[in-house]
């Protein structure tokens, strides 16, 4: 099967390379020309653009970092009809943009399924993803075999616009997680005790979480890079799960609690690196100072 990848960042990358190790044909673009290098590195195609990308593929995955980029990708490759093309939406954007995007393609004869993904980086090498995908079931049928050669949990939710819910729950948890592993981390680091030894036994008990793995080796380091996500992308992500409550009615105090911490680590210049960062924002306000 031919696939092609609009958007092989951090996440789009992984996602490639385990597709191609898969044996899948790969072909992918990317503003990006070093994403570009390093998906011809590992075996796969470089195309032009994102309209080309479309033209020897049966199923295309896009991960972008934005509304403004998924509406680029769709003017693209709206241009001409691609009967039975599906298209799989990969990114966490507002389901109004996907809807759109579903709409345009849908003159152009592409199926569009929503369908975020819920992982990090990290968790994209491994295969450790799961899959929230929503929308027309034949579509999700084609699509299935791509779905179970690079996440560990493909999931049908349904439709269209329920796996954009379903992952903004998960975010919503992802952001507390995150927040309180670091301030789980903080207070052992402050009172004396061995980063390490707190990680194995938090990770023994009932306190455990699998941000807490994910992160915690991290800032127990205090080194946040390479990013499985970083900070100012992960602030796209706040302001569409805060967006999405909203328009519901939910409160939704714990996460609004978390705000100020992204916040504060974009604003002592971690924008760049892992989300597990917050943990350098609450050593500040512990008084810790690192070697």
């Given amino acids: 099967m031919k696939i092609g990848i609009i958007g092989v960042g951090i996440m789009g990358g992984a996602i490639a390379r385990n597709l191609i190790a898969a044996d899948f044909t790969v ?3 990317d503003v990006a ?5 390093a998906l011809a590195g590992m075996g796969g195609k470089v195309a032009r653009s994102a309209a080309d990308v479309a033209d020897s593929a049966e199923i295309v995955l896009t991960s972008l970092p934005s509304v403004a980029a998924l509406d680029e990708a769709t003017s693209a490759l709206a241009v001409k009809a691609r009967p039975g093309l599906v298209l799989a939406e990969l990114s966490t954007l507002p389901i109004e ?22 992982g990090t980086g990290a ?11 929503s929308g027309e079931r034949d579509a999700y049928d084609r699509a299935a075999p791509v779905f179970a050669a690079f996440a560990r949990a493909p999931h049908y939710v349904g439709a269209f616009g329920n796996g954009s819910k379903l992952k903004f729950i998960a975010n919503l948890l992802v952001a507390i997680h995150n927040v309180a592993s670091a301030e789980a981390m903080v207070l052992g680091l402050k009172a004396g005790l061995d980063p390490a ?4 036994l938090i ?18 380091k205090g080194e946040y890079q390479p990013a499985t996500m970083k900070v100012d992308i992960w602030q796209k992500d706040m302001a ?10 939910v409160a939704t105090p714990l996460f609004a609690a978390t705000v100020p911490v992204y916040n504060a680590a974009i604003g002592l210049g971690h924008g760049s690196d892992d989300t597990a960062a917050v943990c350098a924002v609450l050593e500040k306000m ?3 100072a690192r070697s």
């Avoid at 020309?33 to 290098?37: F, G, H, I, P, V």
Wanted: charged fraction near 20%.
């Fill in 33 to 37: 020309k070093s994403a570009c290098d």
């Fill in 97 to 118: 943009a996907k809807q759109r995007c579903c709409d345009a393609l849908a003159k152009a004869r592409i199926a569009v399924l929503d369908c975020p993904l819920s």
């Fill in 286 to 288: 512990a008084g810790i």
């Fill in 240 to 249: 569409v799960i805060g967006e999405f409550a909203k328009s519901l009615g």
């Fill in 27 to 29: 072909t992918g673009f």
């Fill in 197 to 200: 030894e707190v990680i194995a």
């Fill in 203 to 220: 990770k023994s008990g009932v306190g455990n979480s699998r941000i807490f793995e994910l992160r915690a080796p991290m800032m127990a």
């Fill in 123 to 133: 968790q994209a090498v491994t295969r450790d993803l799961a899959v929230y995908a």
